[in-house]
Each structure stands twice: as C-alpha cells, then as structure tokens.
C-alpha cells in the first residue's frame, strides 16, 4: 500500500501544543512528543545507511542538526560546545550525540576528525538528499550562501524514539537557541 509519510506523519501547525510560534523562518513541524521518522542518514561512507528511527529508539539521544560541515559558524563555536560539554551531556542521561548535516558522509566523517568524538559521545552523520530535514521539515533554501537547501540550526532531544524538546533557531542560522550551553540548561 503507497501512502504519502509526510502528510500522514505532520501535525498541522496550529495544533501542535508548545511550539513557539516566533520563528521569522518556517516552524519545525516535527514537535514533542512525535515519533522520529524514518529516514536513511550516512555514517563514514555512503554505504554505512543507519535508520534514523532504529538509531533513536531507545535510550536518549541529542540530534544536532548544522546547515554546513566546515562553516564557520559551525566549526568554530556551535559543534565545538557539544564536543566539550559532552561529558555533562552524559551526566545528563544523553547516550550520544549525532551532528548531522547535509554534506556527504567523506565530508561529515573527515569534519568529525576534526573537532573530535568527545570518546565516542559524538557521531557525526551525513543526511546528503536532506531526506531526513524534510521528514522533520527542518530543511532551508540556503542557495545564497550553501548552492542549496540546509539544514536549520537546531537540535533535539529523542527519548525511546519520542521527541521530549527542540531548539530550532529562528532565523535558521544563528547560534543562540541551539547553543549547547543553552540546550545543556534545558535537559
């Protein structure tokens, strides 16, 4: 049987009970308390496929969403705060962290060597086709400055597969609500 999942796996805006409604961008659609959908994202190489709905089952997980590998923003402040405050994530109940971005699983993996696993806490996956930002409705036109569409800033909290918190930024870009010193407070 052939149905459409996007339509069938969103809430309608309005109904969606503790969104904030000041995004200058349009809002995620994904909201607490829904599902993790089911999408393919790439580990090291573009044959490592990982269900994004089998990596967040159980235990609680912490998706952090970039809209470039290597770009500024991302590089030298955003991912860099997770890396080091990953082991009060932990504290914290968080059993890993997955940066994930557009960029193909190559680009992902060498950037992950980069900044660094935090031990293991933190994997870095590719979501390339954006398969996984548009199930969330987290993907924006980003051709000004990336050729293309991206990912929003943001992150959210999984737990046993449910959605329990989001922090997307407003304007898609900025690095304020998603901060992880800021998220790190919210858990």
Known sequence: MRFNTLSSAVKPLAASAGRRAFHASRAAAIAVGDSIPSATVFGE???????????????KS????VPGAYSPGCSARHIPGYVS???????????????????????????GKVLGDADGKI???????????????????????????RHKRSAILVEDGVVKK??????????NVSEAKNVIEEI
């Open 85 to 111: 405050l990953a082991p009060k994530f932990a504290e914290k109940g968080i059993d890993s962290i997955y940066v994930i971005s557009g960029n193909d699983a190559f680009v992902q993996t060498s950037w």
């Open 62 to 65: 912490l998706l952090v969403f």
């Open 45 to 59: 190489t573009p044959g490592d496929k990982i269900a994004t709905d089998e990596l967040t089952k159980t235990g």
């Open 166 to 175: 989001l922090w997307v930024e407003p304007d898609s870009t900025g690095i």
């Open 123 to 149: 994997k870095y996956l590719a979501d390339p086709a954006l398969d996984f930002g548009k199930k969330l409705e987290i993907d924006f036109d980003a051709s000004a400055f990336f050729g293309g569409y």
